[in-house]
């Protein structure tokens, strides 16, 4: 102890030598081999960027972690973390020579760096499992002469194992078998305390040298398992930056152990292809001036019998360039309404004005009023109402963007007007596609396989669609073995489904939306609704376009399916309703949450709470949790249900049109509580993309 | 049949297949898309599209033959070098467009909006050319983008104009005599320079600052 708080002053006393006073710099904050930014094992007092989304892996000897972090707003950051110990029986020979364990992490900046003042950070390692992990700790952070920066800190939990100073908040009590998965809170910040240390030195742009002093004994893995042995509380090493998203470190850890850790960092923020890549859009048709050629206003050509099948099909040449579908148009002398299907665009803003674009060219000069309706799904989302003039003087104008949108309006998009033509031959009403799928059940286990879609439009809004599902590689959990859940396994007989389903119907479903009323949707699907339920699942959703709030609720009658990816119900006589109320909010700034309250899949009855940070360019990441009236027994070794989600646009890396995204849920642990039905096509995720709240933040891609 | 067995080919080639065309194929376009989006920022081979390997070597009868105006275009960010053509007049803007639909807009010369190079200019509010002229005239400029999130983006410079002088220039192996006029712009955190080379009414030649993350671009006027 003695030693330890020498060298945490020897290590302070070294920094401040190269203390120039203006500490301003930016030096990476980079990561440590725990996917957390700071040291190399340990943490530090810097946070990422906002909106940070990293993916680390590391191995050290026979451990090895994968981590996802999230920065969530500038000061508080999270981590979801996949960690394996090999030759875990080592000491105590059995069948399984690995260990799994799940975490979550938080950690919050209370000060950022200022000239004087470190960055300082209070985080949770490993909060909320089984307490492998577990630890607590407080950094600080000073950066000195754009090259040096010097951290201190004091842990507990895993943190505090080695060079303990004491118990300043008492004994830390051990964690109580039903209070695994839930937070550890009478853990936190008890037990001894012990600093930590450590400095990173920028030799150059790319290369880092780092040198830490670690309170972290390796009890679990040296003294309970003897897989690593620890020598040594100083580590060392030096990593290298390849470009902005590429982090590689190695280092010397314990004494004893080779650290190798790959860090990939994404900003969410900024497209990988410096901005919104594809062609240009086609110029605006002017009309001409109205004193230079009257008869061009005249609207008489709304009674040519074949006026509208060939405005019809002029538009829908025009618009399939950028993927989009006329699914209506109704049109007088001085107003037009199209209702489009947009596959491809992905901003909302863009496929509007592409529309307007096209509009210019095919409609006579007498149409005044442009009305666009986004159509999902069969339904309107909106309506962009847009004054022909308006566009035509603002095309070349400065801030075009914020001129439009004072001049147009977002409305409910209303009802089909009874005059329209509908598009019957004019999209395909059967579509089909096989494509790559990935199964991912947590950082670095996953199965690729082949999905086939079909679906066939009886008419917009009448869906009739299936996917089946071949698994060709991977290593998701396979083994088949009967759930031992306490409650109906409605989630936990999941590697039976894995295992005999193969190639399995994922889904069979009719699928019928409306909008029974102004600000109100509504879907029913009836059929396989997912690979381990089939029924009837009803939905209502009230969302006027300019609300923040949306309010919805959902009933659902449901049995379980075979495990064999078929049609049967023999395996399991399991039937159950649920049923939810739901309030959506936007908070703003791309924070969209969830609260759900009802009965789940196991007949359990509680709330699911969700936070979700959407992105404009379809970058999403969130959490969610789920506490029911099913006790932490019955839901098995996660205490209850919670995870991360987050899914990343392919557009966003790749520059091309498309709306295609590639992301998953991930889960500590599954349990059977807290499950709801996996129906396709929610209502409130299909509609937000056209409403204010969506369009507005992006809304500069109207020009684009 | 055949059919359907190509299509399981592909798929194996980690594309995909299917009649349902809004969705690009999905790995194969990361491969691909990767590649691209590199090389139109490395090489400029997006903006070069059709044209040979050296625009500057072209032999101008080669390019008057067509009897239409014709821009060069250089952007030395990404060393891309094309020459463009007209595809929409309105009033005092003109809209030169590449091959593969990237578009250049320039009112009477000054450069107001780009589409499809990415870090677009997406609207500007920028001098005339009667205001360029001017011996050390100021003026606002105001430049448009999509930044982050593909949020709009706005920046405002103040701009000072300074009659450089006559210099003869060479464009496309033909001189053409020209006053060079320079326009410095500031704002807190930097400054932009943008260069003209006006002869009589028309800008012959000009370096004008465009977006973050392109930079500067060169247009040469080579066929009026």
Known sequence: MDFSLRLLIATLAFGLAFATGTAQAEMTKSLNINGATGLIDMPSGDAQEDATFSFSTSVIGPVTRATISFQITPRLSGAFRFQTWRDWNTLFPA?????????????????????????????????????????????????????????????????????????????????????????????????????????????????????????????????????????????????????????????????????????????????????????????????????????????????????????????????????????????????????????????????????????TYVMPASVEVFEIVPVVNGIGASKITIRRRDLEELEYAADNASLLRD??????????????????????????????????????????????????DIRPGLVFSGTIYKR??????????????????????????????????????????????????????????????????????????????????????????????????????????????????????GFVGELDVGKYLAGDVGATVSLDRVFVNGWRVGAFATVTDATSTEFGSGGFDKGVRFSIPLNWALGEQGKRAFGTTLRPSTGDGGARVDVDDRLYDSIRDYHTDALDPEWGRVWR | MT???????????????????????????????????????????RAVAAQPASTGQIPRAEIEKYGIPILRVIIPARAADALVTITDTKGDVVTWSTTDGTTF??????????????????????????????????????????????????????????VVGTETIEVFSRSHKTTHVKEECVRAQGKITNDFWLEGALVRKSRQWTSPGTGYIDFEKVVD
């Open chain 1, 407 to 456: 001049k147009i309006a977002i409305s409910d998009a209303g009802p089909v007007p009874a005059y329209a033509i509908g598009g019957e031959d004019l999209y395909p009403k059967f579509r089909w596609s096989l494509k790559p799928a990935f199964r991912i059940s947590e950082p670095l286990k996953g199965d690729v396989g082949l999905r086939l879609n079909a679906a066939y």
């Open chain 1, 95 to 359: 069948d399984n020579t690995k260990n799994d364990d799940r975490s979550f992490d938080l950690r919050y900046q209370v000060l950022s760096e200022g000239r004087y003042a470190p960055s300082l950070t209070i985080g949770l390692q490993d909060f909320t499992g089984k307490g492998l992990f577990s630890s607590e700790y407080i950094a600080a952070t000073k950066t000195f002469s754009d090259r040096l920066k010097v951290t201190a800190g004091l842990g507990w939990g895993r943190l505090g194992s080695y060079g303990g100073l004491g118990q300043p908040f008492g004994e830390r009590p051990p964690l109580a078998s039903d209070d695994r998965g839930k937070p550890n809170v009478d853990q936190w910040f008890r037990g001894d305390a012990a600093p930590f240390g450590g400095i990173e030195y920028k030799i150059n742009d790319r290369w880092t040298f780092k040198a830490e002093y670690s309170s972290d004994a390796y009890t679990l893995e040296d003294d309970t398992r003897g897989i690593i042995d620890r020598d040594s509380p100083f580590n060392f090493g030096i990593e290298y930056q390849k470009g902005p998203n590429v982090r590689y470190g190695a280092y010397s850890l314990y004494g004893t152990e080779i650290g190798l850790v790959f860090h990939l960092v994404l900003d969410p923020k900024s497209r990988a292809t410096g901005g919104v890549m594809g062609a240009a859009p086609v110029p605006l048709n002017l009309r001409p001036a109205r004193s230079a050629d009257p008869d061009a206003y005249d609207g008489g050509w709304v009674t040519q019998a074949d006026a509208g099948p060939i405005l019809r099909e002029n538009l829908a040449k025009r618009l399939a360039v950028d993927g989009i579908i006329i699914e209506d148009i109704a049109y007088n002398a001085n107003t037009v309404q199209i209702r489009i299907r947009n596959n491809r665009v992905d901003a909302g803003s863009q496929a509007i004005g592409r529309t307007a674009r096209a509009l």
């Open chain 2, 105 to 162: 807009s320039l009112r009477n010369g000054v450069l107001i909006q780009t589409r499809g190079l990415g870090p677009d200019l997406m609207s500007a509010s920028a001098p005339t050319l009667a205001q360029l002229s001017q011996n050390g005239a100021t003026n606002q400029r105001a430049y448009f983008f999509l930044g982050a999130e593909d949020k709009s983006e706005r920046r405002d410079y103040d701009c000072t104009l300074t």
């Open chain 1, 472 to 589: 060709l590689a991977g290593n998701i959990d396979r083994s088949g073995n009967p759930s031992t859940s306490l409650l109906q396994p409605v989630r936990t007989d999941g590697s039976r489904y894995s295992k005999f389903g193969d190639p399995a119907l994922e889904r069979l479903t009719l699928a019928w939306f409306a909008r029974p009323a102004k600000d109100f949707y509504s879907r029913v699907t009836f059929g396989y609704l997912e690979r381990m339920h089939a029924g009837v699942s009803g939905e209502l959703l009230w969302k006027p376009v300019d609300s923040r709030l949306a309010l919805g609720v959902e009933v659902n009658y449901t049995k379980q399916r075979d495990t064999d990816g078929g049609l049967g119900f023999g395996e399991y006589d399991y039937d159950v309703v649920t049923g939810h109320v739901a309030a959506y909010y936007d908070f703003g700034n």
């Open chain 2, 3 to 45: 059919r359907l067995l190509a299509c399981i080919a592909a798929v194996a080639l980690m594309s995909a297949c299917g009649n349902d065309r809004g969705e690009p194929s999905p790995l194969a376009k990361a491969v691909g898309g990767f590649a691209k989006a590199t090389l139109s920022r490395v090489s400029g081979k």
